[in-house]
């Protein structure tokens, strides 16, 4: 055997460049899975890449990641951004019993113009669960079959997230808001919105929930269980006829609310009023309905669920201001 072999200085600087190599590829394996996760990776997964705790608290003592709970441990020492925190928020808590859900899972389905910093969580109600900084825990009596997503963040389906971030709303409106907006921006239908509200099992406004998906899944139609002529005759106006029919510059339009004999139209509009060129014929048929004469108001079918008597109130002035004008001529 050699003299250099057994030199204690080669000896060490081998293991050095060996601990160096083995370092260098600990961080690149942890951080190849941590890109997809915004940086982030769990123990589990470390674990699995044959990490060892002691690795990851080597790595943490010299600056290089830094721990973010019992779970989570970031490639980097910056702070979380927010898909981060919600793979922060489902490891901590769980990720057996755990995923994104309402309003945090629709943000990271793509929701926009709707503000709430909480990382919203859910999780079954019969597993005990620790606080994590900045997630709300939402216990759910059990899952609705398929509703997690099979790849990426575990997170729900964007209708059963829209159904259940209604039930924890603060409000009816908040409530009412959510419901459509992830309609109108196209991360569910209201087919599978009105599937989801059938299975979905929450605790707080159900039948002010099952009304609004009714309204925007069938539109105008499911105004006529709340019966407009009905609220008319309760407030102790003239009953209206519907499906007035008028001939305009374009053909035969149907009004959906008319009070001849005041010169007064009503319209009510379903959500599918905003989709795609709705918007234009609707305005192109209220031109024409006003340069006839007839004074056009619009009333929304969820505005009329949270605002029914604001919109009854303008009815009524309505029908005062055509009386007016048709007395004065």
């Given at each position: 055997m050699s003299t250099a072999a057994l030199d204690p200085l080669a000896v060490a600087t081998g293991r050095s460049h060996a601990r160096a190599v083995d370092r260098k590829?600990?961080?690149?394996?942890a951080g190849s899975v941590a890109e997809a996760q915004d940086g982030v990776i769990s123990r589990a997964q470390l674990a699995e890449l044959g990490i060892s705790r002691h690795h990851v608290r080597r790595e943490a003592e010299r600056g290089a990641w830094r721990l973010h709970g019992r779970r989570t441990v970031a490639v980097h020492t910056g702070?979380?951004?927010?898909?981060?925190?919600r793979w922060r928020a489902v490891w901590e808590i769980g990720a057996r019993i755990?995923?994104?859900?309402g309003v945090t899972a629709l943000q990271h389905a793509g929701l926009l113009g709707f503000e709430d910093s909480a990382v919203h969580v859910s999780a079954v109600h019969n597993h005990n669960t620790e606080p994590v900084p900045g997630a709300r825990v939402h216990k759910v009596i059990r899952r609705v079959g398929g509703e997690v997503l099979p790849a990426g963040?575990?997170?729900?389906?964007?209708e059963v997230a829209a159904v259940r971030a209604a039930h924890w709303a603060v409000s009816d409106r908040q409530a009412a808001l959510v419901l459509l907006m992830v309609v109108q921006q196209r991360l569910t239908t209201p087919a599978r919105l009105a599937g989801a509200q059938r299975a979905v099992r929450g605790r707080t406004r159900r039948a002010f929930i099952r009304a609004v998906v009714r309204d925007i899944a069938f539109g105008v139609q499911?105004?006529?269980?709340?019966d407009f002529a009905e609220e008319c005759r309760r407030r102790g106006l003239p009953e209206p006829t519907r499906q007035a029919v008028r001939q305009?510059?374009?053909g035969r339009i149907y009004l959906d609310v008319a009070w001849e004999d005041h010169g007064l139209v009503v319209e009510i509009d379903g959500v599918h009023h905003r989709l795609g060129l709705n918007v234009t014929f609707d305005n192109l048929?209220?031109?024409?309905?006003?340069?006839d004469g007839e004074r056009v108001l619009r009333?929304?079918?969820?505005?009329?669920?949270?605002?029914?008597?604001?919109?009854?109130?303008?009815?009524?002035?309505?029908?005062?201001?055509c009386s007016s004008a048709t007395s004065a001529a």
């Open positions: 590829q600990r961080r690149a394996l702070a979380l951004s927010a898909p981060a925190l755990a995923a994104i859900d963040l575990p997170r729900t389906r964007p499911s105004l006529g269980e709340l305009a510059s374009g048929r209220q031109n024409d309905v006003t340069l009333i929304d079918v969820i505005g009329f669920r949270l605002e029914s008597d604001r919109f009854m109130v303008q009815v009524a002035r309505g029908l005062r201001c």
